[in-house]
Every structure is written in structure tokens, then in C-alpha cells.
């Protein structure tokens, strides 16, 4: 199947309501990866320019949403590891077949009702999250001299406050 | 649920960091970049060491050989960000003709060429983030690589 073919499905009107439904999704997932603005951009356009080259992988249109925000966020992992100034493999590519499921997620509503069970969660978890999702370039040692904790606890205070986060939420949507 | 998904809803619930505009309406002209009829020239794994364009001594940012291939064409891109610019050069294996056009293309220009005798082309002064190469043929569907991404 031809490039022109695939894109049968998508025309012009199709691609700008694409744009309009998930560009925010995409930003929010780039940004959660702690990437600049800049570097965001770049990983967000990335999983476009993926859509124009792989359009004939995805047979269901209405998986196309979750498709852009599973390769939003491998790009933005690539893009991430790069300017921490790791080798990227260029042949490293998602899975186009397969978006994740778990991609729904990412929207307002479901935001909302996750800040609702983020204040369930005691000190330091509510802070550190917060400044965490707030701030997502903020470095550790700017977390820790927020929360007058040592900078070496902020990884691991994380790494636990998030995963009480996650089964909360996850009690909720059961 | 992935980490990243929680935090992305989380962001997007407290309405922080809207997408700017810029990016939306980067997002929008990628339409205009598909290539009708065109066919995707996907990547070769390839162990080829940087060429004429490596010059660790200058600073230069350089990224080795990437190869694509598609309908037994092989195109063979090899990228340098000299100061704030990409440069582009590479060969077409088998040479495609003195009618063929090599096109390199960012989301924001894209420059073509004449390949040489033995399918080289170069191209400088780009800017620097995403760049793909189509070989305009007469006769074939033009063969398109995939998108690359480059920075310093």
C-alpha cells in the first residue's frame, strides 16, 4: 500500500480534528518526561511525523489516539535520553501496531479526579508530586531545598509516593 | 499504568503548561509533508564508520551512517550540526540517473538536488531537529526515508 493510499482515511479536515483532540494529551506526556519545552516540541512533532510515515500500520482510525500518545511517549523517551547524552539507537521504534491501552488515561477529567486522590496522600507524597507535576524540569536539589528535605531522599520519597499514588488510583478505577 | 500517563493526567487536570501554539500549529503543516504514492524506505541495521563528515576535533556534532532501504533502492544519509546549521549528505545506491532529484526535507524547508554520477548529494545550512530524504525517480514512486532527528 502506497503512502497516498493509507491516507484515504485522513485528509486534511481529519488531520486538524486530530490535532485539535490530542496535541495537549501529547504535550502533557513530552512535559511528564521532564523535557524542556524545546525537547517537547521536538518529541511531540516526532509522533506526527511517525503518523505521516506509518499511516498504513494503523487499520482503525479510532485507535489513532491512543497510537500518537504511546508514540509520544517514545519519543520523548528517545528525545530525553539523547539530551542527557546517552546513544540512541534510531532503529529503536515503537510498536505501531500495538498503541497502549493504558494511553486513555491521559486526559482532564481523569486528571482531576487523580489531584482528588493526591490529597488523601499525606506529607511529604502531597508536596513532592505536586512540585513534581508542576515543575517537571525542576531539578532534584531545587525539590529538596523546597521541601527542606536531603537531596538524596527525593528519588526514593518519589519512587514510594507515586506508587501509593497509583494504587489509589487504581483502587478507584477497579 | 505507566508513571508518565499519571503524571501527563495530572498536568493536563491542572490546566499548567498548555500546548503552545506554536506546537499545534507545527503539528497542523505535517500534513503537508506525507509524499503521495510515495513509498517508505524503511531502516537497515548498518555498521558503517562516520566518513568524510567526522571532525571530533572541530566540535562538530556528527551522527554516523543511517541506512533505508526500499524496492532495492538503498539511501544512505550521514548528518553534522556545524554552529546552529544541519548538514546532509549521502549516497543512492544504485545510482539513480541524471534525471533523478534527491529531496532533503525539514518540517520547515526542504532543499533538492542532483545526485552525482555515483548517487552522492549534500545539502548545508538546514535547520537543525527533524529531517527526512525523498529520491524523486521518472518512472518510480519517490522513495522516502524516515524521519530523523538531529540535534547538536
Known amino acids: ?174 | 499504568m505507566r508513571e508518565e500517563y499519571l503524571l501527563a493526567a495530572l498536568r493536563m487536570g491542572a490546566g499548567a503548561d498548555p500546548v503552545p501554539e506554536g506546537v499545534s500549529a507545527a503539528a497542523r503543516a505535517v500534513f503537508g509533508l506525507r509524499v503521495p504514492g510515495g513509498v517508505p524506505a524503511g531502516p537497515v541495521d548498518v555498521t558503517v564508520p562516520p566518513g568524510a563528515r567526522s571532525r571530533p576535533d572541530t566540535g562538530t556534532a556528527q551522527t554516523g551512517v543511517r541506512r533505508f532501504s526500499a524496492g532495492g533502492l538503498v539511501i544512505d544519509i550521514e548528518t553534522a550540526v556545524v554552529g546552529e546549521r544541519m548538514e546532509v549528505a549521502g549516497q543512492v545506491s544504485p545510482a539513480p540517473g541524471p534525471d533523478a532529484r534527491i529531496e532533503v526535507r525539514t518540517p520547515h524547508i526542504g532543499k533538492v538536488r542532483a545526485p552525482s554520477a555515483s548517487g552522492h548529494f549534500a545539502v548545508a545550512g538546514l535547520p537543525p531537529g527533524w529531517v527526512s530524504v525523498v529520491c524523486h525517480r521518472p518512472g518510480h514512486p519517490p522513495v522516502f526515508t524516515r524521519w530523523v532527528h538531529v540535534r547538536p
Do not use: K
Not at chain 1, 81 to 103: F, N, Q, Y
Not at chain 1, 141 to 170: F, H
Open chain 1, 1 to 174: 500500500m502506497s503512502a497516498d493510499d493509507s491516507f484515504t482515511i485522513i485528509d486534511q479536515a481529519t488531520w486538524e480534528d486530530l490535532v485539535a483532540r490530542f496535541d495537549g494529551r501529547m504535550w502533557a506526556v513530552a512535559r511528564a518526561f521532564g523535557l524542556s519545552t524545546a525537547d517537547a516540541a521536538d518529541a511531540v512533532q516526532g509522533a506526527w511525523l511517525r503518523l505521516v510515515e506509518n499511516a498504513d500500520a494503523i487499520r482503525d482510525p479510532e485507535r489513532i489516539g491512543a497510537w500518537l500518545v504511546t508514540t509520544t511517549r517514545h519519543e520523548a523517551a528517545r528525545v530525553g535520553r539523547r539530551a542527557r547524552g546517552e546513544i540512541v539507537a534510531d532503529l529503536d521504534l515503537p510498536d505501531t501496531a500495538l498503541p497502549d491501552p493504558t494511553a486513555a488515561v491521559v486526559d482532564a477529567d481523569f486528571g482531576r479526579r487523580v489531584w482528588r486522590r493526591l490529597d488523601l496522600l499525606g506529607e511529604p507524597c502531597r508536596s513532592l508530586i505536586r512540585l513534581y507535576v508542576l515543575h517537571p524540569e525542576a531539578r532534584y536539589a531545587q525539590i529538596a531545598v523546597r521541601l527542606d528535605l536531603p537531596v538524596g531522599s527525593i528519588g526514593p520519597t518519589r519512587a514510594r509516593c507515586m506508587a501509593r499514588l497509583r494504587a489509589l488510583v487504581e483502587e478507584e478505577v477497579r
